[in-house]
C-alpha cells in the first residue's frame, strides 16, 4: 500500500462486538492486487470500522489509518490505494458512492485523469452504474471506449437489453461490437428487435447497401483463419489496415500460428486486393 496524505497509522484487534463494514468501499471490478496483500486498512468513522482494501481478506486484525475521520477522506484513500488503473466501471462506482455519501466530485482528481469532465460524460457513468454484472465485465474485459458507451447508453432500454443479450451470447470483438453499435444507430428505426438482431442488421444492410454488404461478407470469409487467429479492420474498412490477433501457449504454439499465419497470406493478398478495388487503399 502507499498512502500519500495518511500520516499515523497502528494495527488494532477486531473485537466481538465492533461493527465492520466491508461493503461500503468495495467498489472497483478487480480484486487480484489486493488479494495478495495480507494488510487490512480501515478508517473508524461514526462508530464504525469501514474496510478500505483488501476487502475479503480473513485477519483479526486491522490496519487503522487515525487521520482518516469522514467518508470524503476514507474515499480518497480507497482511490489512492487502487493505484492509478481505472476502467469506465470503476469511475462509475466512485461516482456512484460519492453522490450516495452526498460527497463534491470535483474534490476527486480521479476523473480529471480519466477524462471524464462535462456533464455529459458523468451521465454515461450513472447508466453504466446501472448495467448488468455481465455486461460491466464485458466493457471492462473488452476496455469499451466512452465514447461507444455514449452511443449504446443512447438506445432506449429495450434496445439496450437486446445488445446486452447478444454481447454476452457472441462476446464479440471490439471491432465487432463497435461495428454492431453504428449499424443499430443507423437502422434502429427499421430493426424489429424481436427477430435475431445479427439476422435483422444483415437484413438491412443488404437492404440499403448491396454492394457494401457483398464486399464485407467477401472480405470476412477471406479472413477466416483456423487456430483461434483473428483478422479484423478495426475501423468499420474505413482504412486500409488489418489487425492480426491471437493468444500463445508456448513458444512452439507462437512458431505454430507464424506458419499459420505464412501459409494463410494468399488470404491476406486477396484481402487487400479487395480493399484497393474498393478504392480504400
Not at 477522506?73 to 452526498?102: H, P, Q, R, T
Not at 470535483?106 to 451521465?123: A, G, H, L, M, T
Amino acid at each position: 500500500m502507499r498512502f500519500l496524505t495518511v500520516k499515523t497509522m497502528k494495527i488494532i484487534e477486531i473485537g466481538s462486538t465492533d461493527k465492520i463494514d466491508k461493503d461500503t468501499f468495495n467498489i472497483f471490478y478487480r480484486q487480484n492486487s489486493q488479494k495478495k496483500n495480507p494488510l487490512v486498512p480501515a478508517a473508524h468513522i461514526n462508530g464504525v470500522y469501514y474496510l478500505l482494501s483488501n476487502f475479503y481478506a480473513d485477519s483479526k486484525e486491522l490496519v487503522l489509518l487515525e487521520d482518516i475521520k469522514c467518508f470524503s477522506d476514507a474515499l480518497k484513500a480507497v482511490i489512492e490505494i487502487g493505484g492509478e488503473d481505472y476502467n469506465l466501471v470503476d469511475l462509475s462506482n466512485i461516482y456512484y458512492l460519492i453522490k450516495k455519501l452526498d460527497l463534491n466530485k470535483n474534490d476527486y482528481s480521479v476523473f480529471r485523469k480519466n477524462n471524464i469532465v462535462n456533464k455529459e460524460q458523468f451521465d454515461i457513468l450513472d447508466r453504466i452504474f446501472l448495467l448488468s454484472d455481465n455486461f460491466k465485465r464485458y466493457i471492462v474485459d473488452k476496455d469499451i471506449s466512452l465514447k461507444v458507451l455514449s452511443i449504446v447508453l443512447k438506445f432506449n432500454a429495450d434496445i439496450v437489453k437486446k445488445i446486452e443479450e447478444y454481447v454476452l451470447k457472441n462476446y464479440p470483438s471490439v471491432s465487432s461490437f463497435r461495428i454492431l453499435v453504428n449499424n443499430i444507430y443507423d437502422y434502429k428505426d427499421e430493426i424489429d428487435f424481436k427477430n435475431n438482431l445479427e439476422d435483422e442488421i444483415e437484413r438491412l444492410k443488404f437492404k440499403y447497401n448491396r454492394k457494401r454488404y457483398e464486399f464485407e461478407k467477401m472480405i470476412d470469409d477471406i479472413l477466416k483463419i483456423e487456430n483461434g487467429i483473428t483478422v479484423e479492420n478495426k475501423n468499420n474498412y474505413e482504412t486500409c489496415s488489418l489487425n492480426i490477433n491471437f493468444d500463445i501457449s508456448s513458444f512452439e504454439d507462437f512458431m505454430a500460428k507464424l506458419q499459420i499465419l505464412h501459409n494463410s497470406s494468399g488470404k491476406i493478398k486477396a484481402a487487400f486486393d479487395i480493399l484497393k478495388e474498393n478504392d480504400l487503399c
